[in-house]
């Protein structure tokens, strides 16, 4: 662990954040042109009202909503040439020209799209801006600035409240991601509304999903709560992730890049555009590779994605396959503290195959269809295979840890071996998922919807190879644990707009879990064990408009989270943990100008029976998590977007936040006398939970097509347990990247764009994860820590084609 900082350095360190906050409240005092006014309808082709279309002057930040009457207004506007765009989901945006000299009233007319738009699929699972919750939309040409081979949550990296981390150390291969302290088990993600986390560990693996980026149209991050969702997880943030969207016009495209560890990354994409007014297919072809900054870490990740569809002008059909294959050499060890001054890729592993090896095949089949002109109903099956092992040498181990009896030669008895096992996972997730939307066209806007779903878990583990063999087989298996968990789940959500100014959302959830899994009993025994969980997940809110540059809203919402798969395996119905519960009350303001958008939210999020490792034994002697009565996080969110000149902007983000366990208790072994010692604590931090993360990215367009950008992230200290020792905890780390894009249109394609990203280019040695290992050893507590240290100064660069 690096030394704290002192003198002058110190203080250039901690300026960032200042900086952040200083830059957000300055930004929040820039001129405003009170002068002009834009007013007007949004109508459909028939003349019918058309509320909830969004209006706003392209190159800035202005915008508003139609509201109930289909009515708009923009104010305090200066005179010139403006470029006022309409657009609603399921009808063709408009752009209207306006030379204004004095203030106007226009009357913009939308006609209905010729085919239905695949974003209906997943609008009753995101939010929307009556929805009063935090939320961040990450749009296609987002992700490709950054898609140079990089797993989905390095390139969310810089949006408001997340940590990002690597076992590689390089942004490939395994990687995790933190929402507000929430790890990736507490973050709901669903692709198309269908439920991907994992159902036991309800963790998400993104490298499953090697490059899926460039088969995303768009992502939605809701922050606490958010609204009710389909899946696990659903309880710290989701992410809401949508698929190719219909692509009207034959294209092609290829990208390829390369950079520092041997990493490197092509892919080759074509769609054949709308055939005969309803037909198309996509696909994606894949490879990425990559040698990983910690020894020996290397990733060698292939995946396809296929889609095809039948569109019409009230329906759709859309059939995806994709897949993932991922060889992955292991660093799930990390680095031992007293190895991070000298080697910081040092990796525990030296076998040459200590590699984790799998295979998850997707296949989705997504419906919709319009019943009426209020009515649509959505409905998608999906079927997730996957196959996989992770193979570890395993020196001087015991016979009787894989129920193999001893060797005896002669008069020896020999009770170890080196080993070689594998650990395998063959599972099938299959399910159906889907929404009944209503819109009034007027004041009131409804979804019904839910899922049920059906997870079987085959976990088993096999003997490959042992030096001394004795009365042994390939391939003995030595455990073979299969679990069965179904979920079910069903919401309500209405959207009321009360008066002009005023709208109310109300949303209920109801979500029941059946899990059949091989745990103890109260003898100790291994025998077949089931539990049933039904939560009930409401939530509420009120969105008030202002005025059309400023919106202020607050809304309270429950969720729930079962146990995962070892709090239910290594446990006794005695001792199983409860399931964990959490309210969360979100406020907030937005405000929106020409030149400045920006939004403040405060949440409160307070938590009942969170599930935290204590290092206590339980009654099977498992280091099983356990249930916390009370704890809870407070912050406050901070965003801004500014036009600083013609050519300058800046996106800015801060989050400050106070993460405190109310009382905990922490257990320690005691090496001395072979007893377990308790140690109580009050207000501590809650572990993994960083007071300060703040996101910058400066972008300055020089000329056409080029665009020079200096991103930052400054992530401030983080405790690996629930302690708050200082001698147990991640420093704080502050990283710039430099990106260099330049795009031009020659006539032979659409787009050639050249993409430079220079990684961390003060060198900052840091880390972003760890774990550690407390005991009492001579009479004295002693920590083993590891941490797993992130790339210094390296490079990727890329070109993307398309034709």
């Not at 200042?18 to 082709?45: E, K, R, Y």
């Not at 291994?526 to 400023?550: E, H, I, M, W």
């Amino acid at each position: 662990m690096k030394k704290p900082t002192t003198g002058p350095l110190r203080h250039f360190r901690r300026a960032p954040f200042f900086a952040f906050l200083t830059a957000i409240v300055c930004l929040s005092a820039l001129p405003t042109w009170a002068q002009l006014v834009i007013s007007g309808t949004v109508n459909d082709a028939d003349g019918g009202i058309l509320p909830g279309a969004a209006v706003t002057l392209e190159g800035t930040y202005k915008g508003t909503f139609t509201d109930a009457n289909g009515s708009f207004q923009l104010t305090n506007l200066k005179p010139g040439s403006l470029s006022l765009r309409v657009s609603l989901l399921g009808y063709e945006p408009q752009t209207q020209a306006i030379n204004l000299s004095q203030s106007t009233t226009v009357t913009v007319s939308l006609r209905k799209t010729a085919v239905t738009v695949d974003e209906v699929v997943v609008s009753a699972t995101r939010a929307n801006q009556k929805s009063a919750i935090a939320y961040t939309d990450v749009s296609r040409q987002y992700l490709n600035k950054l898609n140079l081979g990089q797993d989905i949550p390095q390139l969310l990296n810089f949006t408001p409240s997340i940590v990002t981390t690597s076992d590689a150390g390089a942004g490939v291969g395994y990687t995790g991601i933190r929402i507000r302290g929430s790890d990736a088990t507490r973050v709901n993600v669903t692709l198309n509304g269908i439920p991907y986390n994992d159902a036991e560990s309800q963790g998400t693996f993104f490298v499953n999903m090697p490059d899926f980026a460039s088969s995303v149209s768009s992502i939605q991050i809701q922050r606490g709560v958010g609204t009710s969702t389909n899946g696990a997880g659903a309880f710290g943030a989701s992410v809401n992730i949508q698929t190719n969207k219909l692509e009207e016009k034959p294209y092609a495209e290829t990208n390829i890049s390369a950079g520092s560890f041997g990493t490197r990354k092509v892919n080759v994409l074509a769609g054949t555009g709308l055939i005969n007014n309803h037909f198309v297919l996509d696909a994606r072809l894949s490879k990425i590779y990559s040698d990983g900054y910690v020894d020996r870490a290397f990733s060698d990740l292939r995946s396809f994605y296929v889609s095809g569809g039948y569109y019409t002008k009230k329906s759709f059909f859309r059939l995806n396959i994709f897949s993932g294959q991922e060889q992955t050499y292991q660093s799930w060890g990390g680095v031992p503290e007293n190895l991070l001054k000298t080697n910081r890729t040092y990796n525990v592993y030296t076998y040459d195959n200590e590699t984790d090896n799998y295979q998850q095949d997707n296949y989705q089949l997504i419906a919709s269809h319009e019943l009426s002109r209020n009515w649509r109903l959505n409905v998608s099956a999906f079927y997730t295979k996957g196959k996989g092992y992770y193979e570890q040498y395993r020196p001087n181990d015991r016979f009787s840890n894989y129920g193999l009896p001893n060797v005896v030669i002669g008069d020896s008895t020999i009770s170890r071996t080196d080993i070689i096992r594998r650990r395998w996972l063959n599972n099938d997730f299959y399910g159906t998922v889907f929404s009944l939307d209503y819109n009034s066209f007027g004041k009131l806007t409804a979804n019904i919807g839910g899922g049920w779903n059906n997870y079987q878990g085959g976990h088993y583990g096999e003997v490959i190879w042992a030096r001394i063999a004795g009365n042994t087989n390939i391939r003995d298996r030595y455990y073979n644990d299969d679990a069965t968990k179904r979920d079910l789940n069903l919401y309500a959500k209405a959207f009321y707009q009360f008066s002009k100014p005023l709208n109310g959302f109300v949303d209920v959830q109801v979500r029941q879990i059946d899990y059949s899994f091989l745990g103890f009993n109260s003898q100790l025994q291994n025998v077949q064990q089931d539990a049933k969980l039904t939560f009930f997940n409401p939530k509420a809110g009120l969105t008030y408009v202002l005025n059309d540059r400023s919106t202020v809203y607050a809304s309270v919402g429950v969720g729930h989270r079962e146990p995962n798969r070892d709090d239910y395996t290594q446990s006794t119905p005695e001792s199983r943990p409860k399931a964990e519960r959490l309210i969360d009350y979100e406020a907030g303001y937005k405000l929106q100008t020409e030149r400045l958008a920006f939004t403040v939210n405060g949440y409160y999020m307070t938590y009942r029976n969170q599930l935290v490792l204590s290092g206590q034994l339980n009654d099977v002697g498992a280091y099983n998590r356990v249930n916390i009565p009370v704890s809870y996080r407070a912050g406050i969110e901070l965003e801004a977007g500014a036009r600083l000149a013609k050519q300058l902007r800046w996106n800015v983000n801060a989050t400050f936040s106070r993460n405190k366990v109310r009382n905990f208790t922490e257990y320690l072994d005691n090496f001395d006398n072979g007893q377990q010692e308790s140690r109580q604590y009050s207000e501590t931090d809650i572990s993994f939970s960083p007071n300060v993360i703040a996101g910058s990215q400066l972008l300055f367009t020089p000329a056409k097509g080029l665009e020079l950008g200096l991103l930052s992230k400054y992530v401030g200290k983080q405790y690996l347990d629930n302690t708050s020792n200082v001698s147990r905890q991640l420093n704080s780390y502050f990283t710039n990247d430099i990106r260099l894009i330049y795009s031009l249109k020659p006539k032979f394609a659409q787009e050639i764009a050249f993409t430079l990203l220079l990684n961390n280019v003060l060198n900052e040695l840091y880390e972003s994860n760890g774990y550690t290992y407390a005991y009492i050893s001579e009479g004295r507590v002693t920590a083993d820590n590891g941490y797993y240290p992130q790339a210094g100064r390296n490079f990727l660069a890329g070109i993307r084609v398309r034709f």
